[in-house]
């Protein structure tokens, strides 16, 4: 447990990982602005004091990123996927340590932290890999005397902003691309978390990233660096991770400079229950599903629909399984639930909680926070949800889990597809000819089928809608950081 007393340092095997500064064009650099508080949110502990970055300084970082870029890009797929390879190993290696500093700065157990770790890591394996396959292709000429050729290369730098949420894996899921197209990349981890952000660098540095090729700029304010990064010529490609109402800000600032654009934005996942369900697979899945990282995913279930049979089996089986998780600090054995990031999010949950309880709703499990010790809320279920209330347009983003009832496939593709989001969406079902239908009639950008947990580097993520733009993950990852050049040779 962290608390005033015990220092993170001293929970750590190599004390070096926890960096409190920026990584800039090789060096490690103070903050212009002094440094900003990064809290543990179980319990508002100061646990570091991280160098806070400014405008000018994200500005050095993008111009040694441009330099560092053309070497880079002219190194052989197979020597970048050495370098990232030592990175993936040095990950490994440090697993638990950067498990232990992904807990204390973001709440999540340390199980699910080293989870993170692992996953992040094999979005840099997987790429490394891909690094050595981005084909070109030759085509038949339209003339006698042409040859047309079509090569890929290199966007150029490539600038990311991550959210709190998973922060690791939402910077290797888009530096791993970028580094193997032979992008250069900086980074600006969100104020929560920088913590894991700059323990990345610290193992690029030591497994021979060169330098320049990837920073860290960690900041206390986003605007403003997000600003550079949308403004400043020398970055060519913008990938952002978090809320759709940042995401459209972001897609505004670069409108200008016609930028190159990811975005993996908001979610309000269904989670679909037929009648002809393993039930108990299905309440392992929404246990899965909606309680990951305490509710705190764009893919987690936001709404979760039960056919009419089976709804109140569901529903007491589901209420069973949430009453015996653990809610405490992520670095103490059994925790299931951790903190949420702050009190923004409990206040939302509560928020969401009082909506649906005014217009009928009832809360047949949790509801309450512990108020009186830090960010802790239990994890809640609500029946007799309707269409009305605010978690059937609204992320929720927190451990509450609404039950609604419905009667047929028509009906509830049509309330799981009634919403401006597309990212993830999930259903149990046995019969093959419904498994067809419903995944195909779901507008999505991911279906999962009896499962809940969908999350792997050999597929593509990513959501439709308003959900986001663009793929992470999977041989097509790395296209969004390519550019396809023709050449039209006359012979
Ligand atoms: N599709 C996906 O994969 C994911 C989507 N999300 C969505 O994000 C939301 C929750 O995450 P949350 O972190 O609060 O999302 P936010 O969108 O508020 O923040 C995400 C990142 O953007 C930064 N940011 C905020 N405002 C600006 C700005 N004006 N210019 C540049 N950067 C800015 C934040 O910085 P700072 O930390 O300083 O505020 C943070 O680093 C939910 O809606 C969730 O669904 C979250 C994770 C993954
Ligand atoms: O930020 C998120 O919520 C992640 O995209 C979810 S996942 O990829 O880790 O499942």
Not at 49 to 54: I, N, W
Not at 191 to 205: C, H, K
Not at 301 to 311: E, K, T
Not at 345 to 356: L, M
Request: with cysteine; aromatic share 8%.
């Amino acid at each position: 447990m962290l608390d005033q007393t015990t220092n993170l340092k001293n929970l750590l095997k190599d004390p070096g990982l926890l960096e409190t500064r920026g990584y800039v064009g090789g060096a490690w650099v103070e903050g212009d602005k002094g440094t900003f508080d990064v809290t543990n949110p179980a319990r508002g502990d100061v646990i570091a004091q991280v160098s806070d970055l400014s405008r000018e300084q994200a500005a050095e970082a993008i111009a040694k990123a441009e330099v560092a870029q053309k070497e880079w890009a002219q190194w052989t797929g197979k020597e970048r996927a050495g370098v990232m390879r030592k990175w993936f190993d040095l990950m490994m290696q440090h697993q638990d340590d950067l498990g232990t500093i992904l807990t204390a700065e973001q709440g999540k157990p340390l199980a699910e932290a080293k989870g993170e770790i692992a996953y992040g890591a094999s979005f840099i394996e997987f790429f490394g890999e891909e690094a050595k396959r981005v084909y070109g292709e030759m085509i038949p000429g339209h003339q006698r005397d042409k040859r047309l050729m079509v090569i890929k290369q290199p966007i150029g730098v490539a600038a990311s902003i991550t959210p709190w949420n998973f922060p690791n894996a939402m910077i290797t899921r888009k530096a791993g691309p970028a580094l193997a197209a032979g992008c250069a990349f900086v980074a600006r981890p969100a104020t929560e978390t920088p913590l894991s952000a700059i323990a990345l660098a610290v193992l690029a540095e030591r497994a021979g990233m060169p330098a320049g090729v990837f920073s860290v700029v960690p900041s206390s304010s986003a605007s403003e660096i997000g600003k550079e990064f949308c403004e400043n010529p020398g970055v060519r490609k913008l990938t952002f991770t978090g809320s759709t109402e940042v995401g459209r800000i972001l897609l505004r600032q670069a409108a200008d400079q016609v930028m190159k654009c990811s975005m993996e934005l908001g979610g309000n996942a269904p989670f679909i229950v037929f009648d002809d369900a393993d039930l108990d697979a299905a309440v392992e899945g929404a246990i899965m599903c909606k309680f990951r990282n305490n509710g705190q995913t764009c893919v987690c279930a936001n709404r979760i629909y039960v056919q009419d049979g089976v709804y109140d089996a569901f529903a007491e089986k589901l209420r069973a399984r949430v009453a015996a998780m653990k809610v405490g600090d992520g670095l103490e054995d059994g925790t299931d639930l951790g903190p949420l990031i702050n009190h923004d999010a409990i206040d939302k949950v509560q928020e969401h909680i009082a909506d649906a309880k005014a217009k009928g709703g009832e809360v047949i499990q949790g509801g309450e926070a512990d108020a009186t010790n830090g960010n802790f809320f239990g994890p809640t279920i609500i029946t007799g949800a309707t269409r009305d209330m605010a978690f059937a347009t609204e992320e929720t983003f927190g451990p509450l889990a609404p039950l609604f009832r419905f009667d047929d496939e028509d009906e509830v593709i049509a309330m799981a597809n009634d919403t401006i989001f597309g990212l993830a969406s999930y259903f149990y079902a046995k019969d093959l000819s419904r498994v067809y239908k419903v995944a195909e009639a779901l507008e999505y950008g991911i279906v999962g089928v009896n499962t809940g947990i969908i999350s792997t580097e050999v597929a593509p993520f990513g959501g439709v809608k308003q959900s986001g733009l663009g793929r992470e993950g999977s041989h097509h990852g790395i296209e969004d950081y390519l550019e396809m050049k023709y050449v039209c040779l006359s012979i």
